[in-house]
């Protein structure tokens, strides 16, 4: 009987500080959320580079102030989020690479020349 109280003594001292170790490099792994509000107006978008940290939440708010645009990214995020005219959408990705980001519409060819920049440090 004292061998398998001692043993499971023993199971739950380790599971214990097996927590205690890993909790801490689970929330660095998480990031921080960093919000965005992300205008695209005039074929531009404002602002035009956004900055964040590896593994941050990034949470963006993007309006299409006078046509429609979309804010879209390739890569490994695979982002095409279309916003109307006086429209706007919410979404988030964590952060893992620089990467372009550009309207993908082709109702106008001045477009193509909308784009910005995600910088992941």
């Known amino acids: 009987m004292k061998k398998i109280t001692l043993g499971l003594v023993c199971l739950g001292a380790f599971l214990t500080s097996a927590y205690v170790l890993a909790a801490p490099t689970a929330a660095l792994a998480q990031g921080t959320v960093r ?4 205008r695209g107006d005039g074929f531009a978008f404002s602002p035009s580079r956004i900055e ?4 941050d939440i990034v949470k ?3 309006t299409a102030v006078d046509i429609p645009h ?13 916003a109307g005219a006086g429209q706007t959408v919410t979404f988030e990705f964590r952060a893992s690479g620089s990467e372009r980001f550009y309207c993908n519409l082709t109702q106008d060819e001045r477009c193509k020349g909308m784009h910005g920049e995600l910088v992941v440090k």
């Open 70 to 82: 979309s804010f879209s990214m390739d890569g490994p995020y695979r982002i095409a989020k279309r």
């Open 35 to 38: 919000e965005f509000s992300v």
């Open 60 to 62: 963006i708010t993007f």
């Open 52 to 55: 964040v940290q590896k593994d």
